[in-house]
């Protein structure tokens, strides 16, 4: 016997309300990400490529006006790494890169966690629905004091649609996380590459007073400091 979807719904309760409303959730959580990632790691190849052209041939300002300009969230990485160019050392630098860097990989998983707490709760709700349903069939049978199968079949033929249904979503759920997963894995060890390799172009190419130099002179002085203190001691002697 064929049954509507909406005569589904209503056959096991509430627990198939429930179960249908995880289902839309996951969908609409994996159609969210989809947008947010959509041609993420494409607009961030597109920016490094550029930025990378302007840093070897020496334009700063261009470069740093072309992540001003981007809609990538590569961009804030880079303009975090121009922000600290040349005011502190190189691993102050590549810290506070790489800091940047996490955050925005930590924001590409954001609500990642709905979709596999729905994988892991799914089957159980389908099975609360059908143990009721159970509990349900066999009332039926204490209120007619009947052992004929025939009045609980039905009641728990309709009990076993939350099971199956719950099993449905879980399954659903888990192939779309583990699809996200993979493919963040992905993004975020090639996001890490364009930001070594920008930061190697940064120190490389990146106009007077970078970090490098600043942390050389800095390593002069001291030294010039400790000579000079050294002299005065000497001469007090």
Known sequence: ?????????????????????????????ALERIVVQWRFIDRARALADTVGRCLK????????SACERSRSPLADVFLVGYERLGRTKIDNLVSAVDRERIRVMLSLKSRMWIIGTIGAIAVFVG?????????EAFGRIAETRSNDMAVVSGGLTEALYATAAGILVAVEAVVIYNFFNQRMARMAVEFKMLCEEFLELLDEHGPKGTARSKSVSDADDDSSHEAEASRGDREAA
Do not use: C, K, P, Y
Not at 127 to 135: D, R
């Open 57 to 64: 041939r020496g334009a700063f300002d261009e470069a740093r």
């Open 127 to 135: 099975l609360f629905g059908t143990v009721v349903g159970i509990q």
């Open 1 to 29: 016997m064929s049954h509507s979807l909406w005569e589904i719904l209503n056959m096991a309760g509430f627990a198939m309300w429930a179960i249908f409303g995880l289902s839309v959730l996951t969908i609409a959580v």
